[in-house]
Structure formats: C-alpha cells, structure tokens
T-cell receptor
C-alpha cells in the first residue's frame, strides 16, 4: 500500500464547475500538507500549504485537511481552462523535510 | 526575485556516460532537495542537502548517484554510467530555514538516455 493515495484521473469538467481533488494517507505522522499544480513539462508550483485540520482558503482555492480520517482535499471554484494541469498532493512528517507525493490527478477544464 | 534555477533543461546521454545536473536555490534558501519523476509516476524524493552537508539521502540509489551542495556554487546531482532506466525528469527544490515542507521547485532537467 502506498503511503499517499491519489486518483490519477483523468478528470474532465466544464468551465465554471467546482472541482474536488482528494488524497488519502496511511501515516498518521504526517503533519504538513501541500497541493502543487504542475503544467505539462514544467516544474510543480506550490498552491497551498496547511498544517492543521480544517479549511484554508486562497482565492478560488480551498484546502481541507481531516487528520482523523487521514484525508485531504483541494477545491477549485469557478474553474477556468487555465486550471487544466496535474494536481499533486504532498505531505511531510514534522522535521523530516522529505515530501511524499501522491501520483497526481490530471485535470482538464473544458471551455 | 529569481526562482529555483536548473540547468541544463534537457540533457541527452548515451548509455555509460555521465550526467551532471545543476541547481541554484532561491535567494535566501539554504536547503536543497532533489526529486525524480518517472513517466506516469509521481515525484520521488532522492536527497536533501544543506551547504556542504548531506542531510538525508534515503531516496538515492545506492550506486552511480551522488549529490553535493558546495559552499560556493550550485548543487550538483551526478549520475555515473547512465542506463536507459535513468531517463526521467529531475527536479530540484529549495526551502527557507523554518518551514517544514514548504518547498519551491525549479523547472526540472529532462534526462534522456539513448
């Protein structure tokens, strides 16, 4: 079993829809949770960084962490074609520095 | 403020040659990480370095791979005697001192082994 599970998709939704992306994890020692966006043949771009259970909002993006269920989510509101990319969840044990990534979900927003 | 810089962006090597990948962290960042992304797979941690020190190399293959971050100059990931299975995208990331997990990635070096 992988430490971090993420549905690779692909996921295709119409422009303006709310997108929900999810990851589950097995190691309760993970304390910090990140979402990265990666466009084709580019480096990952840090979108959200959270460390506590609950919600964190930044513009059209909301990151949600539920440590009791070992489940994290990223919501994208009013999705745009420019949001089409692969979204990677990542997490780290406090003090360890080594990011553990999910496989990534390929998202396409259709105009 | 320049981000993480990596060069070359693309590198082609024949089997048995050496590959050297370079990474300059963001200004003010003293921690450097290397990750590898194989086709259709997620990113896998390789090594974590600070200036002149390897902190965690638990993700590095035991042979042919080495990394350094000298006092002056960029971090180097070196792959000796490359094989076809080394073909991948190699990403470098850097972070400031006190933010666990907050890592900023470079554009990557795409290595192709013929």
């Amino acid at each position: 079993q992988k430490e971090v599970e993420q549905d690779p998709g692909p996921l295709s939704v119409p422009e303006g829809a709310i997108v929900s992306l999810n990851c589950t994890y097995s190691n309760s020692a993970f304390q910090y949770f990140m979402w990265y966006r990666q466009y084709s043949r580019k480096g990952p771009e840090l979108l959200m960084y959270t460390y506590s259970s609950g919600n964190k909002e930044d513009g059209r993006f909301t990151a949600q962490v539920d440590k009791s269920s070992k489940y994290i989510s990223l919501f994208i509101r009013d999705s745009q074609p420019s949001d089409s990319a692969t979204y990677l969840c990542a997490m780290v044990i406090q003090g360890a520095q080594k990011l553990v990534f999910g496989q990534g979900t390929r998202l396409t927003i259709n105009p | 403020n320049a981000g993480v810089m990596q060069n070359p962006r693309h590198l082609v090597r024949r089997r048995g040659q050496e590959a050297r990948l370079r990474c300059s962290p963001m200004k003010g960042h003293s921690h450097v990480y290397w990750y590898r992304q194989l086709p259709e797979e997620g990113l896998k941690f390789m090594v974590y370095l600070q200036k002149e020190n390897i902190i965690d190399e638990s993700g590095m293959p035991k042979e042919r791979f080495s990394a350094e971050f000298p006092k002056e100059g960029p971090s180097i990931l070196r792959i000796q005697q490359v094989v076809r299975g080394d073909s991948a995208a190699y990403f470098c990331a850097s972070s400031p001192l006190d933010r666990d997990g907050e890592q900023f990635f470079g554009p990557g070096t795409r290595l192709t082994v013929l």
